[in-house]
């Protein structure tokens, strides 16, 4: 029988960050760092820092870990590797180097956490980077992640703070992973969908990157630990604008809704829907069911792209002919409006 990663943790993934809210409270009050070479800093909630080196050279900054998110050993490793270089290309950037971040019990096999790190470094292959090191340390959950160094013309970084009125969203990954991992957990999610689950968490943003940058795109985010909701609050905001966001057309995993109605709903989402609590609008059209999806906390999810609406059928067929056939137009940005977000 081969060891079951899921079965040393309450909650896997992005589901274990902590809340938003509580974060805040941490933050608060730190001293403010001043350097006019620092583009991005942590004030703008943005998905990494950006520090500029030369006018045509910055670096982007971000790390990103947590515990097992599946079962097997090597598609973690793959996951909580895409997962991190992911904020480089939120940002519109590429990635150059990454360090292998470690937590393990000393008790396991050995084998398991070499087929965590082979997963983590096929990803970064695939990404163009190269692994330059990392750090371990002894530890009851396994947790693994990347520091991850990228690049980015300081001209064309994409912010959460870019977004216009009449600005077309676009989602690129179905949702619904932290659902079928919850789900999985108690025997609940089909193979089909646990699979689906794990394709999704998997595949790196790159190419849905690569489409954002030539179309010229200015705000995007990935979708991670905050849910759909969480992180277009996080976006209207940093923008000074509202959202619309059309439920039904917002792609997700088949199956998944059935899920949600047996109860498989992660922690994670109901601190999601407390932190969104004073922001989101929903209309009486909007389902219980539904609004817990729009609420689920991604590992890995799609990017979040705000697109200028002459651009939006270019960059969906760019994205459709792409791997993440999936992607849909989801909703628009408005004038700022007394909600963050309405979602219908
Ligand atoms: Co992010
Ligand atoms: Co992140």
């Not at 520090?51 to 990103?64: F, G, N, Q, S």
């Not at 019990?105 to 090191?133: F, Q, T």
């Not at 439920?247 to 995993?253: E, T, Y």
Request: aromatic letters at 6%; a negative charge; one cysteine or more.
């Amino acid at each position: 029988m081969k060891f079951d990663l899921l079965k040393t943790v309450d909650q896997g993934g992005c589901s274990a960050k902590l809340s938003a809210t509580e974060l805040d409270k941490a933050l608060a009050g730190l001293a403010k760092i001043d350097n006019e070479n620092l583009l991005v800093d942590i004030e703008t909630h943005d998905d990494a820092g950006v520090y500029k080196i030369r006018d045509d050279y910055a670096l982007v900054l971000t790390t990103d870990f947590f515990p097992p998110v599946c079962s097997d050993a090597y598609y973690f490793g793959q996951i909580a590797a895409a997962n991190a270089l992911s904020d480089v290309y939120a940002m519109g950037g590429q990635v150059l180097t990454a360090l292998n971040l470690v937590m393990f019990p000393a008790n396991l096999p050995m084998s398991i956490l070499k087929d965590i790190l082979r997963g983590g470094h096929d990803k970064v292959a695939e990404s163009g980077g190269v692994i330059v090191g990392g750090h371990t340390i002894a530890d009851d959950t396994p947790k693994y992640g990347l520091a991850v160094t990228g690049w980015v013309h300081p001209d064309k970084v994409v912010t959460n703070a870019g977004a216009k009125p009449g600005d077309v969203l676009i989602l690129t990954k179905p949702i619904g992973t932290g659902v079928t991992i919850s789900a999985k957990k108690v025997g609940l999610a089909e193979d089909e969908t646990y699979n689906k689950a794990l394709e999704i968490m998997k595949s790196l943003n790159n190419r849905a990157a690569e489409i954002m940058t030539k179309y010229a795109v200015k705000c995007a985010t990935d979708i991670t630990g905050f849910g759909l909701l969480g992180h277009a609050v996080k976006m209207a905001k940093g923008s000074g604008v509202s959202f619309r966001v059309n439920a039904r057309n917002v792609p997700a995993i088949d199956k998944v809704l059935d899920l949600i109605e047996l109860g498989c709903i992660p922690g994670s989402a109901f601190r999601n829907l407390e932190f969104v609590e004073n922001d989101c609008h929903y209309e009486k059209s909007v389902g219980y069911n539904h609004k817990m999806l729009l609420l689920d906390a991604q590992t890995s999810g799609g990017l979040l792209i705000c697109s200028p609406p002459e651009q939006a059928e270019n960059i969906l067929s760019a994205l459709k002919n792409s791997p993440h056939p999936e992607s849909a137009i989801i909703g628009e940005v408005i004038e700022k409006n007394e909600k963050s977000v309405y979602v219908y």
